[in-house]
């Protein structure tokens, strides 16, 4: 029997590309929609070293409507599709205020764009890429679903709340539509193999990326945003997940679509535990025996004090949890630092 398809829009970014991974080793063929906004046509060669082939691609701007309908008409041709992951979009905070349109424009339009060709191929299916940015610092921690979404910090954080109402409204209609809404905790790591992994373009602004980058001698020393928090050691508190578990929740997320037609729910994804980034640079050190050079500076606007996941409804409903540990996430990402480094 063919291979269900599953198309993943951004499927060439980082998550994507370890979600198209797990997607084929799950049985179903992966198809990617990217236009290389923000990665390179050279990370489908990672994929095929690890999978064994070259996954379809093609290379469409998600906003286009036209483009979407033509690539799923191709895409459809040869084979059924159970559903669609949507990771394409804009991701950087920072740079959210400084091009509002650009976030609205490319982060919003290309969900409107998605939801309308899909409703016109008559595909229901759609797994989106959310975080854990739409609480804001929550009242109580772990924080679970039910908890309040409170006003957006920036236009990015805005636009991942847009697209949850969006889908939500569009799953409320007559429209045929089921959803996961998939809240991502803090994503790092890289696949073991270190064929593919995260590819920051310019100042990385996420914590592994620079760490790692610092480590290698590519950038200064690393600068801890504040150890002046109330929390036990001063520094800020987040959960940190392993993208391969990431990528595996979305593979559950598919499977949970098709046995519940007519669904829409939300997701936490996280380890639920918390660890602050002293912590995190000292399993670092620990994991691969290197000293991280770093100081204390003053705190980042706009940063939490403390937030990590209670993901128990993604266990229950998706049969999903976390595998890998801190330690696990900091190796892989090690790794793939040197390989980028060796070039
Ligand atoms: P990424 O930038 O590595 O991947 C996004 C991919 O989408 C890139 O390949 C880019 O070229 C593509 N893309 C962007 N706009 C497009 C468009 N209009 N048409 C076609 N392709 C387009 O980002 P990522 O870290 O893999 O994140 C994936 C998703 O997860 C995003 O929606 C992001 O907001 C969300 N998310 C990421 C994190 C994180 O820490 N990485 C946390 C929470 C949520
Ligand atoms: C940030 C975004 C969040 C987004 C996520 C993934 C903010 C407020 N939140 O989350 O919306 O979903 O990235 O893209 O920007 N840190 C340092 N030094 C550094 C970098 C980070 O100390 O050079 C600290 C931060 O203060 C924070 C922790 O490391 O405490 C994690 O930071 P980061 O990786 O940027 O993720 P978040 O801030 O949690």
Redesign the pocket.
């Known amino acids: 029997m063919a291979k269900q398809k599953v198309v993943v ?8 590309s370890h979600t198209v991974v797990a997607l084929h080793e799950a049985g179903f063929s992966p198809v990617i ?7 390179k046509p050279e990370v489908l060669d990672g994929i095929a070293r690890i999978i064994g082939e070259k996954p379809q691609i093609f290379e ?4 286009s409507k036209a483009e979407l309908a033509q690539a799923i008409e191709a895409c459809a041709s040869d084979g059924q599709i159970a559903g669609v992951i949507h ?5 950087a905070v920072g740079e959210s205020t400084e091009r509002p349109l650009d976030y609205f424009d ?2 919003i339009g ?1 969900t409107v764009s998605l939801l309308e060709a899909m409703t016109a191929a008559g595909i229901s299916n759609l797994v989106f ?5 739409v609480y804001g610092q929550p009242d109580a921690i772990p924080v679970d679903e039910q908890a309040p979404i409170l006003p957006a910090e920036s236009p ?1 954080g805005y636009t ?1 709340q847009a697209c949850e109402r969006l889908i939500t409204d569009a799953f409320n209609s007559s429209m045929p539509l089921s959803a996961c809404l998939l809240r ?1 905790f ?2 790092i790591g890289a696949h073991p193999s270190a064929a593919i992994g ?2 920051p373009l310019g100042h990385p602004n ?1 914590l592994i990326p620079y760490l790692t980058q610092a480590t290698a001698g590519k950038r200064g020393p690393l600068t801890v945003f504040g150890n002046d928090y109330p929390t036990e050691d001063g520094t800020c508190i987040r959960d940190y997940i392993h993208v391969m578990d990431l990528a595996r929740a979305h593979v559950a997320s598919i499977h949970w679509l098709l046995s519940n037609p007519a669904s829409c729910e939300a997701f936490n994804l996280g380890t639920g535990e918390g660890k602050s980034v002293s912590q995190v640079i000292a399993a670092f050190e620990k994991a691969n025996g290197i000293a991280v050079p770093y100081s204390f500076g003053p705190r980042r606007a706009g940063d939490v004090t403390a937030i990590f996941a209670n993901a128990g409804k993604a266990e229950r409903a998706l049969g999903w949890k976390c595998e890998l540990s801190l330690e696990e996430a900091l190796r892989d990402a090690w790794k793939w630092q040197q390989k980028l480094t060796e070039g």
């Open positions: 829009t951004g499927g060439a970014g980082y998550i994507g929609f990217d236009n290389f906004s923000n990665s469409v701007d998600c906003r990771f394409a979009a804009f991701k490319n982060n290309s890429s959310s975080s854990c940015t990015y991942k991502y803090n994503p995260e590819l996420n």
